[in-house]
């Protein structure tokens, strides 16, 4: 039988390591420059650039919205622990990798995990959607 799986499911696979084809390795292969070929911040083009940095990607107050819009019909206690793991206050490379796992945080002490894991299960299938739209937008732009 063949599994349902989310188009996204290898992109992330591949994002989560070194294998997603960013300016910064093929530059390591090549003479091509490291920078990202889809703005002029003359950054590297890496995972960070892609999730957290490029303004060529126009929609992440959508994403934002969207997961506002989930977490809002929750408790103020889970809307802090989920804002709070999200958090930019964490470092560049933390956000990210929290943003590419699909991995249920532990459930907080006073909170059932049922209605936590799904919660969780609804963020990470907005993230899935999100993240391919943006890996979409990519192979569009970078072939126009
Ligand atoms: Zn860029």
Known sequence: MKALTHPVADALHKLRGPHYPFQRHIANTT???ATCILCD???D???IHLLLQCPAYTHRTEIAKH???IIERYDKTIQQEVIRYYSNSESNLIQSARILSRTIPPTPN???SAP???LWQRIFEVLDDHIYIMISQRDKLRKT
Do not use: C, F, H, V
Request: aromatic fraction near 6%; avoid cysteine.
């Open 31 to 33: 003479q091509a420059p």
């Open 41 to 43: 911040t003359e950054t």
């Open 45 to 47: 083009e890496d995972t």
């Open 67 to 69: 997961l506002n819009s």
């Open 110 to 112: 006073d909170l059932r």
């Open 116 to 118: 936590w894991k799904r």
